[in-house]
């Protein structure tokens, strides 16, 4: 167990809807990261939040967004879902070095 | 920003063989660099990682080795064992140190 918790683990649902996925990361961590894999795809890095603060930026598309509240748990909202949005979504935490990162287990969202 | 290129992408030993993956990057600053493991239906769980002010580490089974001139890390896995068998990445942060950048995959088989 890594200590970081996603939720939902599962999520179905349709085109042009919108989802929130959790995450809360391992005790004392102050940073929280969002990746995308897809099918048989690699770790395609979102977004980064540091104690509360958007601290990186990757391929995250305009319908995505995501915060990190003052408990630093971090909540990614996809919008406008599309086909191609179907995908894991991980979440991972660290200490802030951007060294060891603890992910979760993810979130399986598929769009029908 | 930040190229890492991992191989090979499939990778199938038989028990007991050795099993060698490579990475390269672009980031000559980079100093910091993971190897994940990512078992089926989990998320990628941190297995070794090498700084760049030594050439080689080991845990048990697995090493690391880094040659900074080249630009290249490999993961070395001895004596396979069937639970080995995973989709491993290789990471290198990126030059601002705010994210983590992941190598594409390999999946790893070994056969009993």
């Known amino acids: 167990d890594s200590g970081v918790t996603q939720t939902p683990k599962h999520l179905i649902t349709a085109t042009g809807q919108r989802v929130t996925l959790r995450c809360s990361p391992r005790s004392g961590d102050l940073s929280v990261y969002w990746y995308q894999q897809s099918l048989d795809q690699g770790l395609q890095f979102l977004i980064q939040?540091?104690?509360?603060?958007?601290?990186a930026k990757g391929n995250i598309l305009e319908r995505f967004s995501a915060q990190q509240f003052p408990d630093l748990h971090s909540e990614l909202n996809l919008s406008s879902l599309e086909l191609g949005d179907s995908a894991l979504y991980f979440c991972a935490s660290s200490d802030g070095t951007n060294e060891k990162l603890f992910f979760g287990s993810g979130t399986q969202l598929s769009v029908l | 920003g930040e190229n890492v290129e991992q191989h090979p992408s499939t990778l199938s030993v038989q028990e007991g063989d050795s099993a060698v993956i490579k990475c390269t990057y672009s980031d000559s600053a980079s100093n910091y660099f993971p190897w994940y493991k990512q078992e089926l239906g989990k998320g990628p769980q941190l297995i070794i990682d090498?700084?760049?002010?030594?050439g080689e580490k080991k845990d048990q089974r697995i090493a690391v080795t880094l040659n900074k001139t080249a630009k290249h890390f490999s993961l070395h896995i001895t004596e396979t064992q069937p639970e080995d068998s995973a989709v491993y990445f290789c990471?290198?942060?990126?030059?601002?140190?705010?994210?983590?950048?992941f190598g594409a995959g390999t999946r790893l088989t070994v056969k009993p």
């Open positions: 990471a290198v942060p990126r030059e601002n140190n705010n994210d983590m950048r």
């Open positions: 939040y540091y104690n509360g603060e958007e601290r």
């Open positions: 090498i700084r760049s002010n030594v």
